[in-house]
């Protein structure tokens, strides 16, 4: 069941409300074949949320801080190119699966915004194409969003915008939808593994 919370994004009410489950920036992570680093390591962030009741500690950089000043910036330009209005959203819930899109739009849109420096949105407007590394992020948000289409918008001020729709991939959102289940087992069995030993050794 779907679940819309208008909480502001970074907030310690959004920190909690996305505790312990896998979100669509990271579904590029969950889908990692094998056992790989990175997917072990959310895996197990995840698992002491659970454990402790305690979100983990978000990652920020200069380049994450100043994409995020520049957000208001792109969805300006953004309603304005398409005489829109888009809506603010906290955290989307839908299971044991969340997602922080930067906007609702409309009754079947959804609205991602990365800002990119110089010489990244060149080699995207040349390429011309959905931008593969965005594709688990956004494919993931329609499907737990439950929407249609999402608009991903690249900006950097002064240089052109780069706007791309693209459509629900429901072979793909399948391909999700697996990897987050099985995610979720392999957490699930952490979880309880850990929670037994704390119930035998007390």
């Known amino acids: 069941m779907m679940e819309i919370l208008n909480c502001v994004q970074g907030s310690a009410e959004w920190f909690a409300a996305r505790a312990g489950i896998p979100t669509a920036s990271q579904f590029g992570t969950v889908m990692a074949k094998g056992e790989g680093k990175t997917r072990r390591t959310y895996m197990l962030k995840l698992a002491g949320e659970l454990l402790t009741g305690d979100p983990m500690d978000s990652f920020t950089n200069k380049h994450m801080e100043r994409g995020h000043e520049m957000e208001p910036e792109a969805r300006r330009f953004y309603a304005f190119q398409n005489d829109v209005e888009p809506e603010l959203v906290g955290f989307i819930r839908n299971g044991k699966k969340g997602a922080s899109p ?101």
């Open 102 to 202: 930067d906007s609702l739009v409309g009754k079947d849109g959804l609205l991602e915004i990365k800002t990119k420096l110089p010489h990244l949105l060149l080699d995207v407007i040349l390429k011309d194409s959905f931008p593969a590394e965005h594709r688990a992020q956004c494919q993931g948000q329609l499907w737990i969003a439950e929407r249609e289409w999402i608009d991903l918008v690249c900006y950097w001020p002064k240089m052109p915008a780069h706007i791309v729709r693209a459509y629900r991939d429901e072979p793909y959102i399948k391909q999700i939808s697996e990897a987050v289940d099985q995610f979720n087992d392999e957490l699930a069995e952490i979880v309880t593994r850990f929670k037994t030993e704390e119930r035998i050794t007390a």
